[in-house]
């Protein structure tokens, strides 16, 4: 019984068919269905029963899923047991967000498969979000503040943005100064979501309002740019912008707080190495090339916080 079977079956399995098993395998559906038909001579038993939508277990099959799954990750934890150090061997799928994946991610995948050329790397770049189970990745790159789940995230690194507007916008409608004048002003942003701003030591949530969305942070800067509205975003998607002086920072007394780069996986008691290996070439990518990520702007934006905190304290005895 090969173990590439028992994996190729898991993955029909989780997959709900054999095509889309074929596709997450990086493989062709003659091989998927090639392996399912020698594993299921192996066991003397039928596994999947092909129909005209797909695939579905057999009562035979759901029975061998769970513990051809246990046998996959016993087989891999067994492996690194006996070569800890050892070349990376396998397949690592990742789905890695497409506003930084081709520009700040990918550099440090390809380094990866280089430096393990028996790893195979199916990388998925998409702003879209991913469900790790059900579309069968070991890993996700994901950028910002992450809602509660269950699945377990490691930090790689920090991510410093700020509030942006253009000069046309400002021109126009002029600039919010405190946290309410957000909720008058047109915003771009992805979707229904809460800015989190620092007022001094507080963090507090502002409710932006705007008709253009998108879910991509390239495409808001650009819509930022012709005078859409003010947007939050990071400051490796600006730079080049405020830089130019096509945006301008805007309520630099309420700086966002840090957001974060992480590495998400499904739980489990142990991560894999191949994960740990992504997670740490990530870290020190980060460690590296601050300069990508907009962390050599972190001391420029505590100098203007502080700057306008003097401002508003010496203004405030005649207010």
Not at 126 to 150: H, K, M, Q, T, W
Not at 154 to 169: F, Q
Not at 250 to 264: C, D, K, L, Q, R
Request: glycine share 8%.
């Amino acid at each position: 019984m090969d173990i590439e079977d028992i994996r190729t079956f898991v993955e029909v399995a989780d997959a709900g068919g054999i095509s889309s098993a074929a596709r997450r395998l990086g493989i062709s559906k003659s091989i998927v269905s090639r392996r399912l038909l020698r594993l299921e001579s192996a066991l003397g038993a039928q596994l999947v029963a092909r129909t005209t939508r797909g695939a579905a277990l057999t009562d035979a099959g759901m029975t061998f899923r769970d513990h051809a799954a246990r046998v996959s990750a016993e087989i891999d934890l067994a492996r690194e047991a006996i070569i800890p150090a050892g070349e990376l061997r396998g397949r690592l799928r990742v789905a890695v967000p497409l506003t930084f994946g081709p520009t700040h991610f990918a550099p440090v995948i390809a380094d990866m498969a280089l430096q393990h050329p028996a790893l195979h790397i199916h990388a998925s770049y998409s702003d879209r979000f991913v469900d790790l189970i059900a579309e069968g990745f070991d890993c996700a790159i994901r950028v910002g503040y992450l809602p509660d789940s269950n699945l377990v995230a490691k930090r790689v690194g920090p991510i410093y943005g700020r509030l942006v507007a253009s000069p046309d916008y400002i021109r126009a409608r002029g600039a919010p100064e405190r946290l309410e004048d957000i909720a008058t002003h047109e915003a771009v942003m992805q979707g229904t979501e809460t800015w989190q701003l620092m007022d001094g030591d507080k963090i507090v949530s502002v409710q932006p309002q705007g008709r253009f969305k998108a879910d991509n942070a390239t495409a808001l800067a650009a819509a930022a740019a012709a005078g859409l509205g003010i947007a939050w975003l990071p400051d490796c998607i600006t730079f080049d912008y405020v830089s130019s002086g096509a945006l301008v920072p805007i309520m630099t007394g309420y700086p966002p707080p840090p957001a974060g780069a992480y590495v998400i996986r499904p739980p489990g008691q142990h991560p894999a190495r191949k994960i740990r290996v992504l997670t740490e070439m990530l870290i020190a990518h980060f460690e590296r090339n601050p300069q990508l990520w907009g962390l050599d702007q972190k001391d420029s934006h505590q100098a203007e916080s502080a700057a306008v905190a003097r401002g508003k304290r010496r203004a405030a005895p005649g207010s």
